[in-house]
């Protein structure tokens, strides 16, 4: 199928190039010119303006957004309105709040535009191992887009869903992304208390934290994606004494609390692991180390390095698994 793709970060590059790589035609628009070049050297098409951009998709078209959730979300959203025709459809890609999404597809059928808000988990491993993809919009919104979601996820019938009405893959994003919390923190306190342990009995023992992680990747119960990209990062930086304790939560756990609250629902695992992030922000322990790790791991987000580290980028930043390179044998995603 075709489509335009607004937002070339992080994520939205790697899907385009999957898309592309599915055969799918891409028109792409952002705001820096250098994912431009890259998309258009896997052979997407490529629009200065917003104006041109519509102008290059045939009607009825699909526009996908890729960008950060908040104000620069709705500003496009808002220039979409004026210069789409009838019968387009939308897909928001952010991980917004569910509630905004309820909002903008309600504004977006006021000026007769279809709807989909699309949940994506994968990280900037995404590309290759593909995107699980949490979908909500009518069944006829949603059919339009299954090609291209079908070709993003690990598999055509897999690792994507149709979950609800418009609003419901944003929700199950934001429940994910709780959820991802408290399996991140159960693994750093489970390693912390490895990189405390000093005697077995009368006899010293020193830990080696890359090998556990290794040997709990293959059979064990707890083998995940997640463990394999723990075990990638203890092995790139072992001690992780480059890593600053300093964990950022970018708003979907706090939502996933928010909620369970509105429901009277107890979530103790999740608000737990909300809470230490934010105790890690004064305090300096392993397991916040490890945390900050884990997210840099799989999401490609900035991890805040020691200044006695050195080596660390313009901004205090470190790389935490060098050059990006793929786990070898990742188990379950």
Known sequence: MELGLIGLGRMGLNMTIRMLRGGHRVVVHNRSQGPVETAQSHGADAAASMADFVSMLDAPRVVWLMLPAGQITDDHLTQLHDILDEGDLIVEGANSRYTDTIRRAREAAEHGLHFVDAGVSGGIWGLENGYS?????????????????????????????????VGSGHYVKMVHNGVEYAMMQAFAEGFAMFDKKSLMGDNPVDFDLHQIAEVWRYGSVVQSWLLDLTAEALKARPGLDAVAPYVPDSGEGRWTVEEAIDLRMPVPTIAQALFERFQSRDERSFSYRLLSAMRGSFGGHAVKGMPEAGSLNDDGTIEIIPGGIQTEGATTR
């Open 133 to 165: 993809t949490m979908v909500g919009g009518t069944d006829e919104a949603v059919a339009r887009v299954a090609p291209v979601i079908e070709t993003l996820a690990p598999g055509a019938d897999k690792g994507w869903g149709h979950v609800g009405p």
